[in-house]
């Protein structure tokens, strides 16, 4: 590559980028954010090392763990992307805990619905039976 369309890790360090850059692909200069980052947590040698012991159908993905990791270590230094991991599984039991409450209180008003039709059966049998009784005692009666 040329001096004018260096790699953001080249412009970074500095230095002229060679046209077999390996960190060209993944850090463009257009985000020189994204290397910053990246480098401040794991500096350009280690990363350049991680990327060249990759197959490179797997550096992309690297590159990316890499500044996802660095953005968040840079934005919480004690606990990194892992603070974001603990935050979103606390949100998952959280969220899990409310659908068993969900699902109970719908097997109630379910249970409840089942008992309101059963007395109505009931009630309605009842009242069957009542005009059948007093139906029968009428004629009874008459005769």
């Known amino acids: ?3 004018s369309t260096r ?24 985000n020189p ?25 797997l550096r992309g993905e690297a590159a990316e763990c890499m ?9 919480d230094p004690v ?21 068993t409450k969900t699902y109970a209180e719908i097997g109630l008003c379910k249970a409840q619905q089942e008992h309101n039709n059963q007395s109505n059966q009931v009630a309605q049998l009842g009242n069957s039976l009542d005009n059948a009784v007093g139906e029968d005692f009428q004629l009874d009666f008459v005769q």
């Open 33 to 57: 954010q994204r290397f910053d980052s990246v480098h401040k947590i794991f500096g350009a040698s280690n990363v350049t090392k991680m990327l060249e012991g990759l197959p490179v159908n």
């Open 79 to 99: 606990y990194g992307c892992v603070g974001i991991i603990s935050h979103l599984q606390q949100e998952i039991i959280q969220t899990q805990t409310e659908i």
């Open 1 to 3: 590559m040329s001096n």
């Open 7 to 30: 790699c953001a890790a080249c412009k970074s360090l500095r230095r002229r980028c060679p046209p077999d850059c390996v960190l060209a692909p993944y850090f463009p200069s257009n």
């Open 67 to 75: 500044s996802f990791e660095a953005m968040w270590r840079v934005k």
